[in-house]
DNA sequence: TCAAAGCTCGTAAACGTTTGCGCATTTACT
DNA sequence: AGTAAATGCGCAAACGTTTACGAGCTTTGA
C-alpha cells in the first residue's frame, strides 16, 4: 500500500523533488525537456498527488462542507446534487453531514467539519433555531446558508421569495373561481414561513377574500402535518374550495387524507403545493405548486461562498431568487360557464 | 484567520508540544495535573484540532468517498443517508460524488478521491460496465459495491437476493389468481436484472404459467422505460392481467401510461414493483413492490469497508440480503368468489 | 542505601507537498 | 567583449500533527 511520492519520482529522474513538483504544477520555471522527461516517469510509475499534503502547505483543502437535515428528504437531495455538480466544476469536492432535524448533531457536525479544514460551509437549516444554534461558530469558516431566509441577518443567505410565491399562488386559485381558500402553514415560527403566510394573507385582501390559516403540531416539513390539518377540515361540511399548502410535503398528507376521507381533488377541493419537490410530478399526484428554483440556488450559493473564500473581506449577501409557478392537474377552474 | 494551533497553547502552558498531544490525544504518559492545565487552556484560547496534519502523519483521513449516479434519485439518496450515518458512527466522514451515469466521470471521481486519500470507497454503480471501467483503480483503496451484484468477481459487494425477490413476487401475484403476468425488465445487462428476470421467469416454469418479458431501449432504472413499454402494450386489448416492474421506477412510468391510457390500476391491471424506493409509498400510488433493506445494505456496506481498512489481509465478502414483500394497493385479487 | 523500575516530559524526526531564495548557466543588449 | 537580465534548478523551510527515544526525577524493593 506504499505509494509513490514526489521523492520517489526525483530519485529516479535524478532531480530535486522540487522540480517534480514545479513540473507538475504547470510552473513555467522549468525546462521543456525536463518537464517532459518527469512528466513521463510519473505515468509510468503511477504517481498520484497527494492531497492532503498539499492542503497542508497551502493552507487550503478545496473542500466545502453540505449540511442537510436528511439527504433522503427530495428537496435537500435534489439540492445536494446541483450543489456537488457546481462545486465540483470549481476543484472542490463536497463532504455531506447530516443533522437529523437535531441541534446538537448540526453543531457537532459543523465543529468537525472545520476540524477537517473545510474552505466554506452550506447550510440547509434543519430548522428556524439553526441560525443561532450555530452563532458562535459561524465566524470560524465561510457559511452560506440556503433556503433559509434570514431576514437581515448578517450572513449570506440564498432563498427564494416566498412572500411573492403564496402571493401569486393565490391570485392563480382566485382566477380559478376560487373564493374560500384555506392556508396550511403558519405566521409563526421560522421567516420563510412567515413570509409564506404573509404572502397568502396579503393577496387574500387584496382581492377581498377571507384569509383563513390552519396550523399543526406537526414540523410543517412533514406530510403528518398535512394529514392531521386535512383529516380536521374534511370531518365537517366545507365551504371551502381549495387549500394552499405551504410544503409540497404538507400536500402529500392532504392526499392522503383525502384518499381515506372519499375526497376527490381536484373534483371536490383543489390544492396547490410549494417547492416543487421531484414528487410533485409523479402519475396521479401532478401536483400544482410553486418552484424554488433548485438548481439556480445551490449555484448561487456555492458561487456566494467561493467568492467568500477567495476574498475574505467580500462581506455578505443575500439573493433572492423569483419563485414561478408550475400548473399542473390538482387545481381545477370552478368558473360558471 | 489564523487559527491557534498545539504549539500555540504549548507557548503559554509553558510545555512542549508534544505534551498538548498528548493531553488532547488522552495518552497516559502524561501527569493528570498538567493535562486538566492544558486542557482548560486549549477551551479558552479556543482550540480546534487540524485534521488534515493529523491525516499527514497517521496516514489515514477517516474519510470514505461514496459514488453515485445521482443522489437526487430516491434509491441513491436513501442508502447515502444511512451509509452517512453509518459511518459518522465510526468516526469516518464521507465525500459525496455524483457520476451521472458517466463512464469517465466516475473514474475521474474515483482517481479524485484517491488522491484526497480516502480510507476506502463505496460505489453504487451507474451501470454494468462500473466494474470494468474501474477494475485498473480498485486496486489503490478499499472499495465496496453496493446493490449491483458481481457475481463471483474477487470484488465485496452487498445486494439484495434479487433472484428470490422476483420469484417471490409472481409467486404472490399467482397466489392472487394471476395466471399471465408480464415483466418488464431484461435477462442480458447486468447481472442484477439477469437475476432479476431469472426468478420471475423460473417462478412461472415452476407455477405453470408462460412467462413473458418485454424489453425497452431506455435504461431500466428510467421511468420513460415503464412508459414506452406500457404503451406498446396498452394499444391492444389485453389478456395478461398483471405487470411486474424490475424496478419502481418502471412502475411509475406504467402509472403515467396507465393514466394516459384511462387503464385503472388496479382494477384493470395489477402492479408490481422492485426496490421500494420512497417513491412507493406516497399517496395515489402506494405500489406492491419487493423491499431491498436499504438500511442493512448500507451498514453492511460501511462494516464491511472498514474490516477492509483495518485489515488488508481480510480478502473481499458478498453479503447478499434477504428483500421482503410490501403488499400495498397496486395488486389486485382477481379470485372469483 | 542503592539499583531497578516507573512516571512525566522534552527533543526531534517524519508525513508529502509548495515556494522563496540563491546560485550557476545561458541569453540579450550595448 | 562585457555587463545585465533571464532562465533552470537545487536547498531548505514551512504547514500542524504524532510518536519513538531518551533524560531526569521519583518511587519501589531488598
Known amino acids: 500500500m ?10 529516479v529522474a535524478n532531480v530535486s523533488y522540487a522540480t517534480v513538483s514545479r513540473a507538475l504544477s504547470g510552473s513555467t520555471e522549468i525546462g521543456e525537456e525536463t518537464r517532459e522527461r518527469v512528466l513521463k516517469i510519473c505515468r509510468d ?72 479544514q473545510v474552505d466554506g460551509i452550506i447550510l440547509v437549516p434543519s430548522n428556524a433555531e439553526s441560525y443561532n444554534n450555530l452563532k458562535p461558530l459561524i465566524s470560524k469558516v465561510p457559511t452560506v446558508f440556503v433556503s433559509e431566509n434570514l431576514r437581515d441577518l448578517p450572513e449570506s443567505y440564498v432563498s427564494v421569495d416566498n412572500y411573492r410565491g403564496t402571493h401569486m399562488g393565490t391570485e392563480y386559485l382566485y382566477s380559478l373561481g376560487h373564493r374560500n381558500i384555506l392556508y396550511f402553514g403558519q405566521r409563526k415560527g421560522s421567516v420563510t414561513h412567515q413570509l409564506r403566510a404573509e404572502g397568502y394573507f396579503d393577496a ?15 414540523p410543517l416539513s412533514s406530510v403528518q402535518a398535512g394529514s392531521q390539518m386535512a383529516k380536521q377540515i374534511f370531518t365537517s361540511p366545507f365551504p371551502y374550495t381549495a387549500i394552499f399548502a ?10 392522503a387524507a383525502a384518499e381515506e376521507a372519499g375526497i376527490r381533488i381536484p ?70 360557464g
Chains 1, 2 share one sequence.
Open 246 to 255: 405551504a410544503t409540497d410535503s404538507l400536500a402529500l398528507g392532504v392526499f
Open 45 to 116: 510509475m503511477g504517481y498520484t498527488a497527494n492531497y492532503v499534503a498539499r492542503s497542508m502547505v497551502m493552507k487550503e483543502t478545496k473542500l466545502l462542507g453540505l449540511i442537510v437535515a436528511n439527504i433522503d428528504n427530495p428537496f435537500m437531495s435534489e439540492m445536494a446534487y446541483h450543489i456537488e455538480m457546481r462545486a465540483r466544476e470549481h476543484g472542490y469536492n463536497l463532504m455531506l453531514c447530516n443533522s437529523s432535524h437535531d441541534l446538537n448533531l448540526e453543531r457537532n457536525v459543523f465543529e468537525l467539519l472545520v476540524s477537517r
Open 204 to 218: 387574500c385582501k387584496e382581492l377581498g377574500i377571507e384569509p383563513n390559516i390552519f396550523n399543526s403540531t406537526y
Open 267 to 336: 373534483e371536490d377541493v383543489s390544492l396547490m403545493g410549494f417547492d416543487n419537490i421531484l414528487y410533485a410530478d409523479l402519475p396521479r399526484i401532478r401536483l400544482t405548486t410553486i418552484e424554488q428554483p433548485k438548481k439556480t440556488m445551490a449555484t448561487a450559493a456555492v458561487d456566494i461562498l467561493l467568492e467568500k473564500i477567495t476574498d475574505e473581506t467580500s462581506g455578505y449577501s443575500h439573493r433572492i431568487l423569483m419563485p414561478t409557478l408550475i400548473i399542473r392537474s390538482s387545481c381545477r377552474d370552478i368558473r360558471q
Open 2 to 11: 506504499k505509494s509513490v511520492t514526489i521523492k520517489d519520482i526525483a530519485k
